[in-house]
């Protein structure tokens, strides 16, 4: 990128009056210099079949390119249209629940060979109609693509397929997957069952990993198609969601994202997070670091909100803050969905922009500020780099298996434990990077790597982690990690499979904790943020230093959390759930001990300080301040210059944050 874009998503189409030359005017005196189109307009753009009509995209790429505004198009496939629906019902996607209806976006069996014929044909035609445009800087496959739980016939028989090319033979298959149980062994291929109905979990776990397959072949079904039509300086992207809670909040269950995103040139996301007085800035974040982490270099946020939902409107200067969050973590776009809140239909209360009476508004006024910052400090806040020492590594197949085997809690899943280790590491301040399985080959890059509860995983990688270690790396596991292999069938032997050794530690025993908190070490923590939750393994150290027992009459005579010596290496492990508060200091001691508790950890949440290398060769500090209140922040990074103020900051100084406030300082 040779700038940072500003944007939004744009519909023409949605447009309740003649709006396209004053919004045009409006995004320009905002300093937004790219649009988003047309991924969600199929019916508008085919409204019956083989006919196609292309006005609001032709009228939104020439006004847009009037006002020097670039455009990313979309292809509109993940909303199909009624009358394909009507015509070739099939394509809708059967799932789990039984057949589906028409109506929602993303309902479709995105293995249909009539939705992938239709879809080829309004792609082709959409790409050839946008060629003649200068201003389509690069296009967007389908929108937050996921399998959609398509289990129909015809998914079930390629399921079979891809279960006969891997294991061979029904004999291997029925070892893998223990399908002895409860008679559920398979004679022939012809009569393995509806996975649907199934109570093997290797089986549906190994359908999980299928249907993400799905994703990624048809992602990259999507790349080839434009690839066709790809100009030179275009780029492809694909904006990558993650686990919902009514926010992005983990990693994405039903798409593998770093499979699928060999399908673009630029990874993409969309991440949207609480905000009012519940901004921490730790889902910008994360799902930052994710996206940043699939193929090591800047990514674009596609969507994130300007309103949002109704308790999203953002107070004075969050917007700002959201906006210098991203491009901290190594976004070079910010763009929201979207321009305008839309007057009727599902999303009538997701509040764009511009409010329903499409006039200046408060978060516009402020994004006015973040335009003209942007277009005047790109040089200086595009393309950032980082270099980061920690890593968490994170896998679909450990999620999948914790869903199928919950704990015992019922409400404590992968993506909690997940967030519990970033959260903390992102609260002390530590950047980390995400890996992936894929990655194992990697993990030597890394001084430090943080794992959470890897309850599936496949020996090889098992034997790399402890590699790692021996080699002088320090890793940091927690429980179920080390549990199950690929398929979900447990270790014939003491638990950590494969690990015990390097954790200096095992155990065969595990039970839910009541009333147990963590005892005999020296951490700053007290009451509360002592108590274990949901899961406790009872570990018998062998080479391991008891760093912690429980707190209990009967369990206490068991270790909770050990440190060990393994190599040139350590390896800590944390056999329960323990608090934030409780993580974070042991965090600490383990950092340090790595060599890594420097200068960033001077400030501690909610001062949040963030770092990369511009274009010019020169280091950008960011420091933010993620609460109500104003702060006083000692500045410990080099002398520079504040690029919002033009002020010098000196080593040393104290740096005045206001709430919700923010400084940028290059070094230099």
């Not at 990993?209 to 999507?222: G, I």
């Not at 570990?539 to 040139?568: I, S």
Request: charged share 25%; glycine share 8%; aromatic share 12%.
């Amino acid at each position: 990128m040779d700038r940072l874009l500003y944007g939004v998503a744009y519909y023409d189409e949605y447009m309740p009056e003649e709006r396209l030359r004053k919004d045009m005017e409006m995004m320009r005196e905002a300093g937004i210099n790219v649009i988003r189109i047309a991924e969600s307009t199929w019916a508008t753009e085919e409204p019956e079949d083989g006919v196609f009509d292309f006005t609001h995209v032709r009228r939104a790429l020439e006004a847009a390119q009037e006002a020097g505004i670039s455009v990313i198009v979309g292809t509109p496939t993940y909303a199909v249209p009624p009358w394909l629906a009507a015509a070739h019902p099939e394509i809708i996607a059967v799932t789990e629940r039984g057949a589906g209806k028409y109506g929602a976006r993303q309902n479709m069996d995105i293995t249909s060979p009539v939705y992938l014929y239709h879809a080829e044909r309004v792609i082709r035609k959409l790409m050839e109609c946008v060629q003649e445009y200068g201003n389509v800087i690069g296009f967007q496959l389908d929108n937050e693509t996921k399998h959609y739980h398509t289990a129909g016939p015809n998914v079930q028989k390629r399921f079979v397929r891809y279960l006969r090319e891997k294991f061979g033979t029904v004999e291997e298959l029925n070892r893998e997957f223990g399908f002895n149980y409860w008679s559920n062994r398979v004679d022939s291929w012809e009569n393995v069952p509806d996975v649907t109905g199934s109570i093997n979990g290797s089986f549906r776990a190994e359908f999980e990993k299928f249907r993400r397959e799905l994703v990624t072949e048809y992602l990259a079904w999507q790349s080839e198609l434009v690839r066709e039509y790809l100009k030179e300086g275009q780029f492809i992207t694909h904006n990558f969601d993650y686990e919902w809670r009514g926010y992005s909040y983990g990693i994405q269950p039903d798409v593998d994202h770093k499979a699928a995103a060999e399908a673009v040139t630029i990874a993409g996301c969309d991440i949207y997070h609480p905000t009012q007085d519940l901004l921490t800035g730790a889902e910008i974040s994360f799902g930052g670091d994710v996206s940043r982490s699939l193929k090591q270099d800047n990514y674009l946020v596609i969507e994130t909100e300007a309103q949002g939902h109704v308790n999203w409107t953002p107070f004075d200067g969050q917007l700002r803050m959201q906006a210098f969050s991203h491009v901290a973590s190594g976004a070079n776009a910010v763009m929201y969905w979207h321009w305008h809140s839309i007057h009727n239909a599902c999303e009538t209360y997701w509040k764009g922009l511009l409010s329903h009476d499409l006039q200046p508004n408060a978060p516009y006024r402020e994004a006015c500020t973040i335009g003209a910052d942007f277009d005047r400090l790109s040089e200086h806040l595009v393309n950032l780099k980082k270099k980061n020492r920690v890593a968490l590594l994170v896998s679909n197949e450990a999620l999948t298996g914790l869903e199928l085997f919950r704990l015992p809690d019922g409400k404590t899943k992968y993506n909690d434990v997940v967030r519990l280790i970033y959260d903390a590491l992102y609260e002390l301040n530590v950047e980390c990077d995400i890996l992936f399985p894929q990655d194992e080959e990697r993990l030597g890059e890394y001084d430090f790597i943080a794992v959470p509860a890897l309850y599936s995983a496949p020996d090889s990688l098992l034997q790399s982690l402890a590699g790692y270690v021996k080699n002088g790396g320090h890793l940091l596991a927690t429980f179920k990690t080390g549990f199950s292999n690929e398929y979900l069938t447990v270790a014939h032997e003491r638990q950590p499979h494969l690990l015990t050794e390097c954790f200096g530690v095992s155990y065969d025993e595990f039970t839910e904790p009541r009333n147990v908190a963590l005892v005999g070490d020296e951490l700053p923590v007290a009451g509360a943020d002592r108590q274990v939750s949901t899961w406790m393994e009872l570990l018998t150290p062998t080479t391991a230093n008891v760093f912690a027992r429980y707190g209990h009459p009967f369990w206490g005579r068991y270790a909770a959390v050990t440190e060990n010596a393994y190599g040139k290496g350590s390896a800590a492990y944390v056999g329960c759930m323990p608090t934030k508060a409780y993580l974070k200091a042991f965090l600490r001691r383990r950092l340090a001990r790595a060599g890594l508790w420097g200068t960033e950890q001077k400030a501690e949440f909610p001062v949040i300080v963030k770092s990369g290398v511009n274009g010019l060769g020169k280091t950008v500090r960011f420091y933010f301040n993620y609460s109500m209140e104003p702060r006083k922040q000692e500045y410990f990074h080099g002398h520079g210059v504040e690029l919002i103020s033009g002020d010098l900051i000196a080593h040393g100084s104290e740096l005045e944050l206001e709430p919700w406030g923010f400084k940028v300082i290059e070094e230099g």
